[in-house]
């Protein structure tokens, strides 16, 4: 019995360091960041320089800032607006004072304003989820979920997470998750689909751990890509930024995805699963249209940058569901382990589809000089 009581103890010592060793990389200072410049301006003052510098050295918001949005007014008018009793919530208002304008930013200025907005009744569950997430076992799951689509990887230590409010999630390194995203939703279909996933044996935080195990596998996979990305002035830039997202999107969706919609698929009635699965139908379709830009690209290589940006704007969802199609096939017919060989290669990653549509009438195929475009590419954009 004390042999017993011995290895439980063990047993339980192991599960705590992995959590604690697990926690240690959970970065929530942006959270906390965002209370202080929130309670300033709902006080009716702006935030010293020192609050909104404090904000802004964040990991969160320097790694977004650094790699995307760059500059902190794009933030800081939102947060005026959500918080700063007359300030102007007009969103044609709020771009125009942060020099931007077009559909993906007046979506994401409209996104972000919303979830600003909802921090001040929902500060106690986001304070709490800080406190269930140090405690849960996250890094392990996502390694493991990462290694079924990754060769040869040595996953060493665990991949570094800063949290803010923001409505997305990124793969940078720390990547970035949106604490927000988890909580309790005011749609009843996104609550009948947490407690269905608790229901079928899950635990309430899930869906977190799969987005996390998402953007790990793009942490881990783009350490170590295995083509050479053109400058942003290369006629190509368009076309091989979307044909990547296609790759990197459709297999990192494998690993949530699958679980969310399909299999147990407790999130296929919600808003978003509806979405997501009506995109998923169009994708046959779709390939069709994209195998006739791909011989156009070969054919007037003289047109290529137009026809590039013409190529990336036709993919809905940053190539989420083209991505999930395409890679779905492939593993139909090849197995899952086969994606391990093409994953960090986007040009691979169409070739192999390629073969998998062509063992399956069902299945949409690349013609002969869509194929010769690819490998054009390929050749042009190898790290040799």
Known sequence: MKRIFIVILLVMYHCLSIAQESSKNLDFSAIYQHFVVMEQLQ?????????????????????????????????????????????????????????????????????????????????????????????????????????????????????????????????????????????????????????????????????????????????????????????????????????????????????????????PGCFADTREGEQYLNYLAMQPELIKRLDSLFVEIKNYPDSSQILSRKFSKMIPRSGHQTGFYMCNTIIEEFGVQSIRTVSRNPFSFFKLYQKAALKNEKYPVFSKDAIACIEILEEKFSLE
């Open 43 to 263: 006080s009716g003052k702006e935030p010293t320089t020192n609050q909104w510098a404090d904000l802004f050295d964040t990991p969160a918001y320097k790694t977004l800032l650094d790699n995307e949005f760059r500059k902190p007014i794009r933030f800081q008018e939102v947060f005026r607006a959500a918080y700063l009793p007359g300030y102007t919530k007009d969103i044609n208002e709020i771009l125009s004072k942060i020099d931007l304008k077009g559909a993906w930013w007046t979506s994401w200025v409209t996104s972000l304003l919303e979830a600003y907005e909802n921090v001040p009744k929902q500060k106690t569950q986001l304070l709490d989820l800080i406190n269930a997430y140090k405690r849960l076992d996250l890094s392990e799951f996502a390694i493991k979920e990462s290694a079924r689509f990754l060769s040869d990887e040595k996953f060493e230590g665990f991949p570094k997470v800063a949290f803010l409010i923001f409505n997305d999630s990124r793969g940078y390194d720390p990547i970035i998750l949106s604490l927000n995203s988890f909580l309790k939703a005011d749609d009843a279909r996104d609550n009948n689909a947490l407690d269905c996933m608790v229901n079928k044996g899950f635990n309430e935080h899930f869906s977190f751990q799969l987005l996390y195990a998402h953007e790990a596998f793009h942490y881990y996979r783009n350490k170590k890509e295995e083509f050479r990305f053109p400058d942003d002035n290369d006629p190509y830039s368009s076309l091989i930024w979307i044909m990547n997202q296609i790759a990197n999107e459709g297999i990192a969706d494998q690993i949530d995805k699958v679980n969310q919609y399909f299999n």
